[in-house]
């Protein structure tokens, strides 16, 4: 028997993504695949910029979305910023901030981490100190919303800490960008990477970046090459950026970009406030079932994700029987934990598309059924 084609079965993603892709966004992948440089998709690409820069608020002309996935776009932004000269504060408190911690060792610059316990967010006060401790510092990075845990952290005051002892920062925004409130330019953050995948709902493989102007120069002023060439984005810049004088650099995905295009306008349809609100409603209509099923939270409540509940497996309960179960009886995928909380946590995603009633209603209703089944 030849192989046949793949037909994926119809899920609904709760998870830490790939969240629910809006049907909207499937239809426009769907559009016919015009040339990279065909004048009517460079006019696309400089929507696309101009969405990006309303999600993110800000007005950074160097604002696009990386070929690849939020991994790369965390990439770009360590491999144009740092040399061996810098020095980089990185906070961690979960996987993601631990991923940030290679970028700057494979980079060769130097390090300083600030460690938060896993569940919590970055203490600003610690990063402060570390800070005073080590004047020679010249950039902080974290992560706003910690996946792998479901902690929110404090960009803003993050970067103010940040930017009075004169460091530029570097922040992942893969989770956080239309799930909660994001202001690259009132809260100063200098490079900011996030992914299609998450709260914006679209197909996973591209990375929203934005780099400030202080960011952009320091990447215009750099005395030796970026090492990663696809990365490497003066070059990138080149081919995003219009005024007819558009270079090849790689092949864009096209059709992909339709459908980060879609997902924008999507949001923008909506609102940014409006997307931050419904997620949070969302989460508490969620947290509120939860708790009456006996789960609890690993996150104290002001410092949670609305978008990523990260919830203690009850003692006695058989954690891959449960998500099975939901998987083959309700089509329904919630995350297993990551890390330090792999085994013992599950990570119920809320992000763009699925953050709505009746996925709220599904996920609690399937999970009672689940529990009842496998709890010893
Ligand atoms: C998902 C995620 C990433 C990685 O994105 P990919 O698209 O999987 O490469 C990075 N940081 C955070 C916080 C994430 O949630």
Redesign the pocket.
């Known amino acids: 028997m030849p192989i046949q084609s793949f037909i994926p079965p119809q899920r609904t993603l709760m998870g830490?993504?790939p969240s629910d892709v809006n049907p909207r966004i499937l239809s426009a992948l769907a559009r016919p695949t015009v040339g990279h440089l065909d004048p009517t998709f460079v006019g696309m690409m400089d929507e696309v910029k101009s969405l990006l820069q309303y999600a993110f608020q800000t007005e950074n002309a160097f604002t696009i979305a990386v070929s690849a996935?939020?991994?790369?776009g965390?990439e770009a932004c360590f491999v144009n910023l740092l040399t061996p000269q810098d020095t980089v504060v990185v906070c961690r408190n979960g996987v993601?901030g631990a991923?940030m911690i290679e970028n700057v060792q494979r980079g060769g610059a130097n390090l300083i981490v600030v460690d938060s316990p896993w569940g919590r967010a970055v203490d600003p006060q610690q990063l402060e100190d570390t800070l005073k401790q080590n004047p020679q510092a010249n950039f902080v990075a974290f992560?706003h919303?910690?996946?792998s845990t479901g902690a929110l952290s404090d960009a803003k005051t993050l970067c103010e800490i940040a930017r009075k002892h004169d460091c530029l920062t570097i922040v992942?925004a893969?989770?956080s960008l239309g799930g909660v409130e994001l202001k690259v330019d009132d809260w100063g953050i200098d490079a900011i990477y996030s992914?299609s995948?998450?709260c914006l709902s679209c197909v996973?493989g591209l990375?929203p970046v934005s780099f400030s102007e202080r960011a952009t120069e320091v990447i215009k002023n750099r005395k030796t090459p970026v090492q990663s060439w696809f990365l490497d984005q003066s070059l990138v810049m080149g081919y995003w950026s219009g005024e007819g004088k558009r270079s090849y650099h790689h092949t864009a995905p096209v059709n992909s970009l339709y459908a980060l295009h879609e997902a924008l306008v999507i949001l923008q349809q909506e609102g940014l406030e409006q997307s931050w609100a419904r997620h949070k409603a969302q989460h508490q209509k969620l947290a509120g079932g939860l708790n009456k099923l006996g789960l609890d939270f690993i996150v104290p409540q002001e410092e949670r994700l609305p978008q990523l509940n990260s919830v203690f497996i009850p003692k006695g309960v058989d954690d891959v029987a449960v998500r099975s179960y939901l998987l083959n009886e309700y089509n329904l995928e919630i995350g297993a934990g990551l890390g330090d909380f792999a085994g013992s946590a599950w990570r119920i995603g809320l992000m763009g598309y699925a953050a709505r009633s009746e996925n709220v209603a599904l996920c609690l209703s399937a999970l009672e059924d689940a529990l009842g089944r496998f709890s010893a």
């Open positions: 830490p993504g996935p939020g991994s790369a965390m993601f991923r992560v919303a910690e996946t992942d893969v989770t992914g995948q998450k996973p990375s």
